[in-house]
């Protein structure tokens, strides 16, 4: 009876994993697992468990009402195993060449539910039932529940595939037969039979900042409430990344692939190494800085000068997506950056409150934002100064437009009657200078727009 905690321990070779049922004071074999506690919040402890090989767990895991009768990490892992089941009564199984060059089945093509699925299984995961440690991660990080239940996914698609019978059935034993059985002739070919679901990779390129001890130190006067720029030159890099194209969920550094091959090679497939060549090579006609990461003996990050990141915010970008490769931007650059917005004010005609009615010309002045927030005249002007394509302003990163920086020195060309200033306010933007913008207002005009709101939320009178 599965009364303990239980973890699944991938294997070498999928189909030899199985559980570790530990937490009964009682094991005949040691595992490693990761506890809180330590100087870096987690370490590792060895623990006495047993060793329940795949084969003779998933029945326990399956059996109708057993769930009732196990810890959360037993009940986690056993609603894993039946939607592993259920992948392959659907027929999602997929040949693949391991990392040794032996056969292997997985599970997959994963569709959007079944990643949907994955997701709700690993959301409801208690740390017990996934207290691995990923081997060479320093600092040291725990396996995530997605990897485990596709190691788990993977194990029972190696598993059910090869019945006593299978192998006398078959020409080879390769797919079919329990013991290790070389296939690595066959890898080009799965690949291209399986239309790269089974294995293979796409090249993704993340933007980061490089800080400097300067930038540092004006973060830390950010946060203290000085909110200004960074003068010091920050570099930049780009970070060659992984996809895998069974799993987009699946991501890795394209590092990993040189300082953990078997494991990167184990997830992505045989040809990731040829993956990442070959459209480095497809990338560097359109973007000529990554030649550089094709001169390394191991490719994994370039640095960017100011005319690459420049170029990058351009038409490269699209161009390198029209060549299998993403742009990966920092997520502080995807929200709300600087936005200009137009401010009502009565014309010099009529500056004072008594000439100040609903036929009055009012002027409009640009007010320049970030996240909302309006930016000081100091700001504005480094940012007018500042000689690269991104810029450090309250603690984040900025992508500086010419296009908004040039409209923002010439005042709007247009002017409007109190009333329909009132209307722009009130819908909170109008067309200026042939652009939809937000409108705000100060003094009288705003003061009016706060009364004509009130209104207009107010309840209706009743009686």
């Keep these: 009876m599965l009364d303990g905690e239980l973890i699944f321990i991938p294997g070498e070779i999928p189909r030899r994993g199985g559980f570790a049922h530990w937490g009964r004071g009682a094991g005949s074999a040691k595992v490693e697992l990761v506890f809180p506690g330590g100087r870096y919040g987690i370490r590792k402890r060895l623990i006495s468990a047993d060793f329940i090989p795949l084969a003779e767990a998933l029945p326990a895991l399956l059996a109708v ?27 999602r199984l997929l040949p693949t060449v391991g990392a040794d060059g032996t056969d292997v089945w997985r599970a997959g093509p994963l569709d959007p539910a079944d990643l949907s699925l994955m997701r709700q299984l690993a959301a409801a995961f208690p740390p017990a039932a996934h207290a691995l440690a990923v081997p060479g991660s320093r600092p040291m990080r725990l396996r995530s529940p997605e990897v485990l239940i596709r190691d788990l996914w993977d194990a ?16 080879s034993p390769a797919f079919a037969a329990t013991d290790p059985t070389p296939a690595g002739d066959l890898a080009d070919w799965l690949a291209d039979t399986t239309d790269g679901l089974a294995a293979g990779a796409r090249l993704g390129l993340r933007v ?8 540092d130190a004006a973060d830390v006067e950010d946060e ?24 987009p969920s699946l991501i890795v550094d394209a590092a990993a ?7 990167v090679l184990s997830r992505f497939g045989a040809q990731a190494e040829t993956d990442l060549l070959l459209a480095l090579r497809r990338g560097a006609p ?18 960017l000068d100011d005319d690459a990141l420049t ?39 009529k500056l004072t409150e008594a000439g100040f009615g609903l036929q009055a010309l009012l002027d409009f002045r640009w007010q320049l934002t970030l996240g909302g927030a309006l930016l000081d005249a100091d700001e504005i002007a480094a940012l007018a100064e500042a000689k690269r394509p991104l810029i450090r302003l309250r603690g984040r990163w900025v992508i500086l437009d010419p296009a908004l920086l040039d409209r923002l020195r010439r005042p709007p060309r247009i002017r409007m009657r109190t009333s329909e200033a009132l209307g722009a306010v009130l819908a909170g933007s109008a067309e200026i200078d042939g652009e939809t913008v937000a409108v705000v207002a100060k003094g009288p005009l705003a003061d009016l727009a706060a009364r004509v709101a009130g209104l207009a939320s107010a309840p209706a009178p009743t009686g």
Excluded: H, K, Y
């Design 65 to 91: 009402g057993a769930g009732e009768r196990m810890r959360l990490s037993g009940q986690a892992w056993a609603a894993a195993a039946a939607a592993g089941v259920g992948l392959i009564t659907r027929g």
């Design 156 to 171: 029972i698609a190696d598993m059910l595939t090869r019945s006593p019978a299978a192998s006398r059935t078959t020409a």
């Design 208 to 215: 980061e900042a490089v800080p400097s001890p300067a930038m």
């Design 224 to 247: 203290e409430g000085e909110a200004g720029t960074d003068r010091s030159e920050p570099t930049f890099r780009l970070v060659l990344q992984l996809r895998s194209n069974a799993d």
């Design 257 to 263: 692939l040189w300082s953990q091959p078997e494991t």
């Design 286 to 303: 359109v973007w000529p800085p990554l030649a550089e990461a094709l001169r390394q003996a191991s490719p994994s990050a370039i640095d």
């Design 311 to 349: 170029s990058l915010l351009g038409p490269a970008a699209e161009e390198l997506a029209g060549a299998g490769i993403e742009v990966l931007w920092p997520s502080s650059l995807l929200g709300d950056g600087l936005e200009l917005r137009a401010v009502a004010t009565p014309a010099p005609e």
